[in-house]
């Protein structure tokens, strides 16, 4: 036919099934308020999905053999199950996103559109699209949504084994020679104690005094780190400061045991850093954030762990604006790891060795002093 625009459906109040197919329509119109529950407008010229905001009924449509380009309009139908776009001039990945939110959306299909040439187009449409069963006529198997789901919202201990997959891929790649860290025995691991928790917690407070405190046991253990120094911090003594560069030359060299990622810099545990501290005979205390624990527990030493954790969150947010190191998006986001943590110590009992409240330093420290008596049998 040559219909070029829709006209007249107004008075059709009992309309469920609409075909239109094979006609010149430029735009979707004149659909308003409509019962319709299956529209087929395909092989006609539409150049947008626009037009169907009002069909609250919609169960399936096809779009097919059209000249769409952006998928903006299909968003808000939630009972539509069923969506074919074959053939149109579809070519971004983010015009899924008008579809992310269709409840009931489980048949796709995006044959013979220019985003398919995309390297990621298939795992990222079913990441995105998590509930289609169907996608270009193919069925979607759980396995390809796992890996879609672990390739780009990993869960953190997926992150964490692939962190230690790295590590430990890289390490037997460098010629190989006895580790002083894995000398203890068969039925020990080399000692390591890790104290963990948010940001300026006072985690590396406390570490460094059990460190001096327990001398002759323990020695601090600097992380390399590619964030520039706050105030007061030390190269060698806090961390290692180093730039991206250096730090990836040190993951591909095998340099390090774990490593993690947070507020967009990278840090991580070095194989000499440890080595070093096992040759003078004493173990090695370190403080991480979770990411990095979790990484680390992925490996052959099975770290004490103790969660330095603020409990009154009002002080410790205005502890962080008084520091003056932070901007507000990083508060933000430091005060809300702490339900993290105490979530992850509701869930996983055992995870942590030990909690300590970090309101007041000194307190925790004469509790910290006490746990580490306890644990070298003082």
């Given at each position: ?7 007249g459906l107004e008075k059709c109040p009992s309309l469920s099934h609409l075909s239109l197919a094979h006609n010149k329509l430029f735009a979707i119109g004149g659909l308003e308020n409509l019962p319709i529950k299956i529209l087929n407008l395909s092989f006609n010229q539409l150049e947008k999905a626009t037009g169907l905001e009002s069909l609250k009924s919609l169960q399936k449509l096809d779009l097919s053999f059209n000249k769409i380009t952006s998928l903006q309009g299909l968003e808000g139908h939630e009972l ?299």
């Amino acid at each position: 036919n040559d219909v070029e625009e829709i006209k007249g459906l107004e008075k059709c109040p009992s309309l469920s099934h609409l075909s239109l197919a094979h006609n010149k329509l430029f735009a979707i119109g004149g659909l308003e308020n409509l019962p319709i529950k299956i529209l087929n407008l395909s092989f006609n010229q539409l150049e947008k999905a626009t037009g169907l905001e009002s069909l609250k009924s919609l169960q399936k449509l096809d779009l097919s053999f059209n000249k769409i380009t952006s998928l903006q309009g299909l968003e808000g139908h939630e009972l539509l199950e069923t969506i074919n776009l074959e053939s149109n001039q579809i070519s971004e990945l983010h015009e899924l996103q008008w579809m992310e939110d269709l409840p009931l959306l489980r048949v796709l299909n995006l044959l013979k559109n220019p985003l398919q040439e995309q390297a990621d187009y298939w795992l990222w449409t079913v990441f995105t699209l998590l509930r289609v069963t169907d996608l270009d006529l193919q069925k979607v198997s759980v396995e390809e949504k796992v890996a879609a789901v672990n390739k780009y919202a990993p869960p953190a201990e997926v992150v964490a084994a692939e962190d230690h997959r790295t590590h430990l891929v890289c390490h037997m790649l460098q010629p190989q020679r006895i580790l002083n860290s894995t000398l203890p025995g068969f039925d020990a691991s080399y000692p390591m104690l890790v104290l963990v928790g948010p940001v300026a917690c006072g985690r590396r407070e406390l570490t460094h005094r059990i460190c001096r405190q327990f001398n002759n046991f323990f020695r601090y253990g600097p992380c390399h780190t590619t964030r520039a120094a706050y105030f007061g911090e030390e190269n060698r003594l806090d961390f290692y400061f180093i730039s991206e560069e250096a730090f990836e030359q040190m993951v591909k060299s095998g340099k390090f045991i774990a490593t993690y990622k947070y507020s967009g810099h990278r840090y991580g545990l070095g194989r000499d850093t440890v080595e070093s501290i096992a040759r003078e005979g004493l173990a090695t205390c370190v403080h991480l954030e979770i990411e990095g624990l979790r990484s680390l527990k992925c490996t052959h030493f099975k770290p004490r762990c103790i969660l330095a954790i603020p409990r009154d969150k009002g002080k410790y947010e205005e502890h962080l604006r008084r520091t003056g190191l932070f901007s507000r998006p990083e508060i933000e986001e430091a005060v809300s790891r702490v339900d993290m943590y105490l979530q992850v110590n509701q869930d996983f009992p055992g995870y942590f060795d030990a909690v300590l409240n970090t309101d007041d330093l000194d307190e925790a420290f004469t509790e910290l002093n006490l746990l580490m008596r306890m644990y070298l049998g003082m």
